[in-house]
């Protein structure tokens, strides 16, 4: 059975105080990693797609890798703008389509 | 503008009632997927379709039905036999089965 383990839970960070987001997987021959951004009473924003080991992603404050057991999204000097939950998720190979979630990680930043 | 859109916002259910929630989406994506979100928790698979006339039950499918008849709608029902019903409920849809783009969901809730 597929698995994705999100940690820490949650995270506070200051204004411009850069730190990293887990996400740890298991499955059976990846497909893909995804990451979403996600605001309260919102649906999931599509962030990031990863597809083997080694590849890297950049856009703004955002950096997501991906390794073979786990992946992560560093943010630099975040902006209480960036103040969110981080969603991963994986496919696996021959999943018929279907992602397998997190539960998310929740950011707080602080001006 | 090109997307997905889930109706109502909100919606209260009755005990014993069936319920519909609505998602459309005009991105002429072929499959598209229910998600139930409860706090604290991932996103769990209920129903999902990957093409026309055809749909897989996911993760937690007891409770609720679905329907595919055209490519731009996937209705779904949470029936009575949902004992607890009350959560966020996410529709998405993907074009080539990898990436799937959320709607706002449906906050439903039990009267």
């Known amino acids: 059975e597929d698995q994705v383990t999100q940690s820490p839970e949650a995270l506070r960070l200051q204004e411009g105080e850069s730190s990293s987001l887990n996400c740890s997987y298991t499955v059976s021959g990846l497909r893909g990693l995804f990451w979403y951004r996600q605001d309260p009473g919102k649906g999931p924003e599509f962030l990031f797609t990863?597809?083997?080991a080694g590849e890297e992603k950049e856009k703004e404050r955002l950096k997501a890798t991906l390794t073979k057991k786990e992946s992560f999204l560093h943010i630099t000097a975040p902006k209480p703008e960036d103040s969110a939950t981080y969603l991963c998720a994986v496919q696996a190979n021959g999943a018929n389509s279907k992602l397998t979630f997190g539960k998310g990680i929740t950011l707080s930043v602080r001006p | 503008d090109g997307g997905i859109t889930q109706s109502p916002k909100y919606l209260f259910r009755k005990e014993g009632q069936n319920v519909t929630l609505s998602c459309e989406q005009n991105l002429n994506h072929d499959a598209m997927y229910w998600y139930r979100q409860d706090p604290g928790q991932g996103l769990r698979l209920i129903y999902y379709?990957?093409?026309?006339?055809?749909?897989q039950k996911g993760d937690i499918a007891e409770g609720y039905s679905v329907s595919r008849e055209k490519k731009e709608s996937f209705p779904l029902t949470v029936t009575s036999a949902q004992k607890n019903p009350t959560a966020f409920y996410l529709c998405?849809?993907?074009?080539?089965?990898?990436?799937?783009?959320f709607g706002a969901g449906t906050r439903l809730s039990v009267l």
């Open positions: 379709s990957q093409i026309v006339n055809d749909f």
């Open positions: 990863l597809y083997s």
């Open positions: 998405a849809s993907s074009p080539r089965g990898d990436i799937q783009y």
